[in-house]
């Protein structure tokens, strides 16, 4: 039986996306994944109606996601998105182990996306995804790659709950605020 990660590993896992950023020389790649991190927490977090208050996305961004072909345009639609998950008890979702390769158009990065579903499985997904930037980092398009093969898989141990990865998460959430 898989152990579920906790909020703490949830948390250990966007540090080092943090860390990554804190260590690159290229100001726009710094912006990109600040960007990129900063509204992906908002999202696990359910703080949907802050997805665009920081300025981590272009005017009109939208999502592509290839396993539904769903496509998400613009800012009103991508957070009623958003909402739509955590209405359905689908959005605590997380990379927990991530490779980003950086360019000057924004960045690609491989990651294994944990997901908790309301039946109390844990939905395990190796993934890429692609952020194109605009010239100040700022997002504008997500493209999300599943792999084909995925598991489901019982959980050991209480799945993380959103209040709970919220309190764990709002330090990062707040640096990243601060950073330039």
Known sequence: M??????HDIRAAF????SDALKRESAFERRALRNYLLHTLLAVTRRHDELFEFD?????????FFDTGQRVQGRQAITAFHREQA???????????QR?????????????MYQYLPDGTLHRTPSALVWRCDDKGR???LR??????????????????????????????ERLRQMK
């Open 15 to 18: 540090e080092r996306i943090e």
């Open 2 to 7: 898989q152990a579920a990660p906790t909020a």
């Open 100 to 112: 980003v390769a950086m360019g000057a158009w924004g960045f690609a990065a491989e990651a294994t």
């Open 87 to 97: 209405a359905n008890n689908a959005s605590l979702c997380a990379p927990v182990d």
């Open 56 to 64: 981590t996305a272009a005017q009109e961004p939208d999502y592509v």
């Open 144 to 173: 999300f790659y599943p792999a084909a093969k995925h598991d489901t898989v019982r959980l050991s141990g209480t799945p993380v709950t959103t209040a709970e990865l919220a309190a764990e998460l709002a330090p990062l959430v």
């Open 139 to 141: 997002m504008k398009s």
